[in-house]
């Protein structure tokens, strides 16, 4: 596609479930992100991908959160034993390695009840 | 301190007239700054990126950069009430990682 694709865009678990969440770059983009979003927030640096590798994941907030690209295109998100406080938009992006110029997807809200 | 402060605003301006942000920053190292918009329930949008000092206009949009006081600001000229917006100010060290500040929130008045 012509942008970044986020899947779902909306999610609503209960505490203590596990949940993934989907982000298709755009095609030969070779860095991929994750951030994480609060009301009233700017976005918070969760993991950075170059190719299959995480080449940083200094902002995964605790090891129930952990990220995958194996093929080095769709990347996801995994969660477990999902807490209240884990509730925030989930913004994936990617850009031309090094550029700094981000190109986002609409995000996956998760909401945990 | 943050690594990027903007003031949170709500900033509200009459149409057609300028709307002035502000964004400082904490790393010295700091090689590279952007603006990016975000509309209620959406995602942020690239809309100015600046390397050097001075200023680069785009439109009715003009970023300033001055690496000495650590300081960018966006110019919005002629704002409209499409405007409407929170802005968001990026930095990168000169690695792959942007650092986000909080954002301030500008309305645009008809």
């Known amino acids: 596609g012509a942008g970044v694709s986020q899947t779902p865009s909306n999610k609503v678990t209960e505490k203590g479930k596990y949940v993934e969440l989907r982000c298709d770059p755009i095609s030969g983009h070779t860095a991929l992100y994750w951030y994480r979003q609060s009301l009233g927030q700017g976005p918070e640096f969760l993991i950075y991908f170059q190719g299959t590798g995480a080449a940083d994941d200094s902002g995964l907030p605790n090891d129930r959160f952990f990220a995958v690209r194996p093929e080095g295109s769709v990347s996801t998100l995994k969660i477990q034993r999902t807490e209240r406080g884990d509730s925030a938009m989930y913004l994936c992006?990617?850009?031309?390695?090094?550029?700094?110029?981000?190109?986002f997807g609409e995000g996956s809200r998760l909401t945990v009840l | 301190q943050k690594e990027v402060e903007q003031n949170s605003g709500p900033l509200s301006v009459p149409e057609g007239a300028i709307a002035s942000l502000n964004c400082t920053y904490s790393?010295?190292?700091?090689?590279?700054f952007f603006w990016y918009r975000q509309y209620s329930g959406k995602s942020p949008e690239l809309i100015m990126s600046?390397?050097?000092?001075g200023d680069k206009e785009d439109g009715r949009f003009t970023a300033q950069l001055n690496k000495a006081s650590q300081y960018v600001s966006l110019l919005i000229r002629d704002s409209q009430p499409s405007d409407s917006a929170t802005y968001l100010c990026?930095?990168?060290?000169?690695?792959?990682?942007?650092?986000f500040g909080a954002g301030t929130t500008v309305t645009v008045r008809a």
């Open positions: 992006a990617s850009s031309q390695m090094g550029s700094g110029e981000l190109f």
């Open positions: 790393d010295r190292v700091s090689q590279s």
């Open positions: 600046i390397y050097s000092n």
């Open positions: 990026a930095v990168n060290r000169g690695d792959y990682k942007l650092s």
